[in-house]
């Protein structure tokens, strides 16, 4: 995800929606604005913001639009030195 031109690392899903919280909060968007844009109730966005539920992949981009930010998905590597076996 980035803010401002500056790369911000996210560790899980869980750091996003945080970030995500956050960044609304700094832009002074409330719940009910968000959950309009989104067309959902602002108890759902709670509880997104809150980790509450497991959100698909496009509720969490549908979220970053809301609050004018896009999220950025990217694969990497393990960092665990496990790699897939050949097959």
Do not use: C, N, Y
């Not at 945080?18 to 709670?46: H, I, K, N």
């Not at 509450?52 to 981009?61: C, F, G, R, W």
């Amino acid at each position: 995800m980035r803010a401002e031109g500056t790369e911000t690392p996210a560790a899980s899903l869980q750091d996003v929606l945080r970030a995500l919280a956050q960044e609304r909060r700094t832009r002074g968007v409330s719940r009910t604005t968000v959950a309009a844009r989104m067309a959902t109730s602002e108890r759902a966005v709670a509880r997104l913001e809150t980790g509450a539920i497991d959100p698909h992949l496009s509720t969490v981009a549908r979220f970053a639009e809301a609050i004018g930010k896009r999220v950025e998905w990217r694969l990497v590597d393990r960092d665990d030195g496990i790699e897939q076996a050949d097959r």
